[in-house]
Structures are given as structure tokens and as C-alpha cells.
T-cell receptor, first 112, second 114 residues
Framework: RKEVEQDPGPFNVPEGATVAFNCTYSNSASQSFFWYRQDCRKEPKLLMSVYSSGNEDGRFTAQLNRASQYISLLIRDSKLSDSATYLCAVSRYGGATNKLIFGTGTLLAVQP | EAGVTQFPSHSVIEKGQTVTLRCDPISGHDNLYWYRRVMGKEIKFLLHFVKESKQDESGMPNNRFLAERTGGTYSTLKVQPAELEDSGVYFC????????????FGEGSRLTVL
């Protein structure tokens, strides 16, 4: 079983739709949580950090449920420019190191 | 300010050859990471430098991979000899603070081993 699991999609949604992605993680020792966005053949870029209290940035809302070990990302009023792969990542600290564990990503295609 | 830069962007080599990938982190970033994405799989951690010291190389696949960061600035990742399964995209990332700093990724070096 992968440590971080995501539905690979693709999610095909019309412009203006609301879409939600979930991600589950298996290691309860995971300490920080993130959503990254990756455009085709580009590098991952941090979209949002995810906190237990939930956080919102414009049309994007991220939520963390530690008890159930899942992370969610909600995108409202989807734009064509939101089309990308969304990567869930959890951070594992150990001694003097800190590494990200990624899911395989969820592909979002927003249609006109 | 320049971001993380990687070279080459794409390398095509034959099995058994050697390839060296280079990463220039953002200036002042002590933490430097190498990750790899093999087709169809998730991005996986390879190793982590703090300045010139290897803090964690638990993700390195085997001893055909050698990473260095002499002087604590740029880093190189050498694959020798390359095998078919080494094909993928190798990402470098850097950050300032170990625990709270955002990770900035380079565009990656795509390696194709024939």
C-alpha cells in the first residue's frame, strides 16, 4: 500500500464547477501536509499548506482530518487555467532531515 | 531572484553510459533535495543535503547513484552505469528553513536510458 494515496482521475469538469480531491495517508506520524500543483512537463509548485483548522485561499480550500488521516482540496468556480495535476504531499521529519512523500497526483481537466 | 535551475533539461543516453545532472539551488538555501519521478509513479525522495552534508540518502536506489554538493552550493547527481529503469524525471528542490520553509523545485532533468 502506498503511503499517500490519491485518485489519479482524470476529473473532467466544466468551467465554473466545484471539484473536490481527497488524499489519504497511512503514516500517523506525518506532521505537515501540502497540496502542490504541477503543470504538464513542469515542476511541482506549492499551492497550499494544509492545517487542521482548514485554510482558504481565494477559490481554494484545504482541509486536514487527522483522525481519519485524509486531506482534501476544494476548488470552487473552476477556471480553464486550473487544469493541472494536483499532488498531495505529507512531510516526515526525522532527526535533522525532513522529506516530502507524494501521492501520484490527480489530473484535473477543466472544459470550456 | 533566480529559481532552482537544473541542467540538462533532457538527456538521452545508452544503457551502461554515465550521466551527471546538475542543480543550482536558490542562493542562500542550505537545504537541497533530489527527487525522482519514474513514469506512472509518484515523485519519490532520493536524498537531502544541508549545506555540503548528506543528511538523509535513504531514497537512493543503489550504489550506481552518487550525489555531491561540494562547498554547499550546487549539487550533482551522477548515475554510473545507467540502466533502463533509471529513466525518469529528476527534480531538485531547495529550501531555507528545514521545517517551515517552502520547497522550491527546479523544472527537472528528464533522463532517457535506451
Amino acid at each position: 500500500r502506498k503511503e499517500v494515496e490519491q485518485d489519479p482521475g482524470p476529473f473532467n469538469v466544466p468551467e465554473g464547477a466545484t471539484v473536490a480531491f481527497n488524499c489519504t495517508y497511512s503514516n500517523s506520524a506525518s506532521q505537515s501536509f501540502f497540496w502542490y500543483r504541477q503543470d504538464c512537463r513542469k515542476e511541482p509548485k506549492l499551492l497550499m499548506s494544509v492545517y487542521s483548522s482548514g485554510n482558504e485561499d481565494g477559490r481554494f480550500t484545504a482541509q486536514l482530518n487527522r483522525a481519519s488521516q485524509y486531506i482534501s482540496l476544494l476548488i470552487r468556480d473552476s477556471k480553464l487555467s486550473d487544469s493541472a495535476t494536483y499532488l498531495c504531499a505529507v512531510s516526515r521529519y526525522g532527526g535533522a532531515t525532513n522529506k516530502l512523500i507524494f501521492g501520484t497526483g490527480t489530473l484535473l481537466a477543466v472544459q470550456p | 531572484e533566480a529559481g532552482v535551475t537544473q541542467f540538462p533539461s533532457h538527456s538521452v543516453i545508452e544503457k551502461g553510459q554515465t550521466v551527471t545532472l546538475r542543480c543550482d539551488p536558490i542562493s542562500g538555501h542550505d537545504n537541497l533535495y533530489w527527487y525522482r519521478r519514474v513514469m506512472g509513479k509518484e515523485i519519490k525522495f532520493l536524498l537531502h543535503f544541508v549545506k555540503e552534508s548528506k543528511q538523509d540518502e535513504s531514497g537512493m536506489p543503489n550504489n550506481r547513484f552518487l550525489a555531491e554538493r561540494t562547498g554547499g552550493t550546487y549539487s550533482t547527481l551522477k548515475v554510473q552505469p545507467a540502466e533502463l529503469e533509471d529513466s525518469g524525471v529528476y527534480f531538485c528542490a531547495s529550501s531555507t528553513d528545514l521545517y517551515t520553509g517552502e520547497l522550491f523545485f527546479g523544472e527537472g532533468s528528464r533522463l532517457t536510458v535506451l
